[in-house]
């Protein structure tokens, strides 16, 4: 009796060690399960973002300086309408990668994402308003040149009556300096206008303040001297010839080329800047992603470290079950052989019994 108790505690007690070991492996499989979901939910899938967010930060910081060579208003509103998509869809992974980090670095990030946006949304009207002027500029200068090359027509054309009336004079004369006098001023007048025409070609061109100031200091020094040449001419005909081309010259077309050219100047530098403060901000941009991106990984390393743990963890609490349900196992096995030899034995001893008391009563009826 002492026996059987002692096996039947001790069957209860390797049976609950079994339970125990079985209900830990089950909770530590749950806590992988549930890891392994949020590392491949969370840190995956945000390194990924990571990758593709700074790639792509990378490629828009080169855009500043392709939007200022675009001269197509058509092609900038395609460049604005694919930006306005990038910002959408950039402000929609970062917050979804930093969902799990510092909310104060993904603040800074998405304010710093959205300044970069806005200076390019900026930059592209400002680049749309240069595109006008410059179409501006280019009409007006094709107006001013035209004028222009008609003044240099004039002027020689002026000059070779000149010269056949020199040639005309020289025969029946044989001197006449006034006709030479007026011979120069009209060679003087033609260089000043092939001058004009050189200027007016020089200044489409022209990217500095300073060369520009020189340009129009020339153009202007020019158009005077032509005027006082003008006025040192005795024929009427020709003052009224050359008269309305030069008041052209040195009237509003002046005023217009000269003052559009400086506000293209004066655009094309604020670009500049623009595209260097935009650069400055795309760079600090892709430094701040790669440095989150640094964040990811080691968070992606230390979630694998500890996944590995928790399945060696596991793997031991398991071995351990089995172990205590092969013990469990022998247990009931010796137990159930420990019944079969208890009975076996009252079996045989009553057996043993039943074969004595026949032997005994043959034994009584004999005698």
């Known amino acids: 009796m002492e026996a059987r108790t002692k096996l039947l505690s001790a069957f209860v007690f390797v049976v609950s060690l079994s339970g125990l070991a079985l209900l830990l492996t089950w909770s530590s499989l749950v806590d992988i399960g549930s890891n392994f979901s949020r590392l491949t939910a969370v ?42 998509q990038d910002h959408a869809r950039l402000s929609q992974r970062l917050s979804g990668l930093s969902a799990s980090f510092n909310a104060g670095e993904k603040h800074q990030l998405t304010e710093a994402l959205d300044s970069w946006f806005g200076n390019i949304a900026q930059l592209i009207r400002r680049t749309h308003q240069r595109n006008v002027q410059v179409a501006r500029f280019q009409r007006q200068h094709a107006a001013i040149l ?22 005309q004079r020289e025969s029946q004369e044989g001197s006449v300096p006034r006709a030479l006098i007026r011979q120069r001023t009209n060679w003087m007048m033609l260089i000043n206008g092939l001058a004009l025409e050189s200027l007016s070609i020089q200044l489409q061109l022209v990217e500095d303040r300073s060369e520009l100031k020189r340009i129009k200091d020339s153009y202007r020094l020019n158009l005077r001297e032509l005027l006082n040449l003008l006025v040192g001419m005795s024929e009427a005909e020709t003052k009224k010839r050359l008269t309305p081309h030069i008041i052209r010259l040195s009237g509003e077309h002046e005023r217009n080329l000269f003052d559009t050219k400086e506000r293209i100047i004066d655009l094309n530098e604020e670009l500049k800047r623009e595209v260097r403060r935009n650069d400055a901000i795309s760079g600090d941009l892709v430094d701040r992603v790669n440095t989150l991106q640094g964040e990811v990984k080691e968070f992606s390393e230390a979630e694998s470290r500890r996944q590995d743990m928790a399945v060696d963890r596991g793997t031991l609490i398991v071995v351990a079950a089995g172990v205590g349900l092969v013990i469990s196992s022998l247990v009931i096995f010796a137990f159930i052989i420990n019944r079969i ?27």
Do not use: C, W, Y
């Open 43 to 84: 840190t995956i899938p945000g390194l990924i973002s990571a990758n593709s967010f700074s790639s792509r930060i990378s490629e828009l910081g080169k855009a500043s300086s392709r939007i200022t060579a675009v001269a197509s208003n058509a092609e900038l509103e395609a460049i604005r309408v694919q930006m306005e």
């Open 146 to 167: 035209t004028q222009t090359r008609r003044l240099h027509q004039a002027i020689s054309a002026i000059n070779i009556e000149s010269s056949h009336t020199i040639v």
């Open 341 to 367: 030899t208890l009975r076996l034995k009252r079996l045989t001893e009553t057996t043993m019994r039943l074969a004595d008391a026949n032997r005994h009563g043959e034994r009584s009826e004999g005698g």
